[in-house]
């Protein structure tokens, strides 16, 4: 039976809910990016213009003809569209299965608008230590749903009688 490290588990997913953001922006400006490479009528400044997706083309030293260059960048962001689009879809369902939780903005306001704990609390009108305990539990039943994991949230920690 594979053991899992909690402790891992818990910084993967607080990793990945500091993520959710950038990812939406992201997926935004491929798909800007996208319909403007699909559009266009192709030519190398085109490409040029479009960077981010080009430079991968580049630093892997393949020669590639300005057409072939123009598909492989296209199927690269659709590539990228889609990976991004599947952690969001994801990470959705995950955050669905709290939402209705009183503590949500424990989970809401330190991962999505990087509000310090003392903020969070009074909005949430509670104390410091009931959100830091709050926010725990939900990260817990996050990881249950993200990767199958049951976690004791009742389990002593170490060093603790």
Do not use: W
Not at 28 to 48: C, I, N, T
Not at 61 to 72: E, K, Q, V
Not at 100 to 111: L, N, P, Q, S, V
Request: aromatic share 8%; with cysteine.
């Amino acid at each position: 039976m594979c053991k899992f490290d909690e402790q891992e588990l818990l910084n993967e997913t607080a990793k990945r809910l500091y993520r959710l953001p950038q990812l939406l922006f992201r997926i935004k400006y491929s798909r800007a990016e996208l319909k403007e490479l699909k559009s266009a009528d192709f030519d190398m400044s085109k490409l040029r213009k479009n960077a981010n997706s080009f430079v991968s083309l580049i630093k892997s030293g393949m020669r590639l003809s300005p057409m072939d260059a123009h598909y492989a960048q296209i199927e690269l962001l659709e590539e990228r569209i889609r990976i991004d689009t599947h952690e969001v879809s994801i990470l959705s369902r995950a955050l669905k299965s709290i939402k209705h939780d009183k503590y949500y903005g424990a989970i809401y306001y330190k991962f999505f608008k990087n509000c310090p704990d003392d903020e969070i609390a009074k909005k949430l009108t509670c104390n410091p230590s009931t959100l830091r305990r709050n926010r725990a539990r939900l990260l817990i039943q996050l990881i249950n749903v993200l990767y199958g994991v049951p976690m004791d949230i009742h389990k002593k920690r170490k060093g603790s009688k």
